[in-house]
């Protein structure tokens, strides 16, 4: 099982990874989600503009295992998504919290973002 938590992000129980980047939030999946997928094939990714509540599910990861569905970490409005992944969808296993991201929501109450899970509570769901 990998223990790979950055300190500096903040996480959901469903196993996705959310960054401030100045007033928007950077959300992506874990390592650990990474992991147990397995080789991911397709990420399938919202709109820009779309609208979102927090734990809506906004997309899915396509793997040699499974099909998991992504979830919003906070509501908010989809502002960026991240375009490489239709392409090069393995970069989700090559480098999860960097070119892997997903999407960028801007929050519709930034407080919320404190409201989740610090690496220290995530790493002992792990």
Do not use: C
Request: charged fraction near 25%; proline fraction near 5%.
């Amino acid at each position: 099982m990998s223990q790979d938590v950055p300190a500096n992000l903040r996480y959901t129980k469903e196993h996705e990874w959310a960054r401030r980047d100045g007033d928007v939030i950077v959300v992506g999946i874990t390592a650990h989600a990474v992991e147990q997928l397995g080789d991911i094939t397709l990420v399938t990714l919202p709109s820009i503009g779309t609208k979102v509540g927090a734990g809506d599910r906004f997309g899915d990861v396509d793997s040699v295992k499974a099909v998991s569905e992504l979830y919003a970490p906070l509501a908010g409005e989809i502002v960026a998504k991240n375009a490489d992944l239709d392409a090069t969808p393995e970069r989700v296993n090559e480098d999860p919290y960097g070119a892997g991201w997903m999407i960028k929501i801007k929050p519709a109450d930034a407080a919320a973002f404190d409201g989740l899970l610090d690496a220290d509570a995530y790493g002992k769901l792990l």
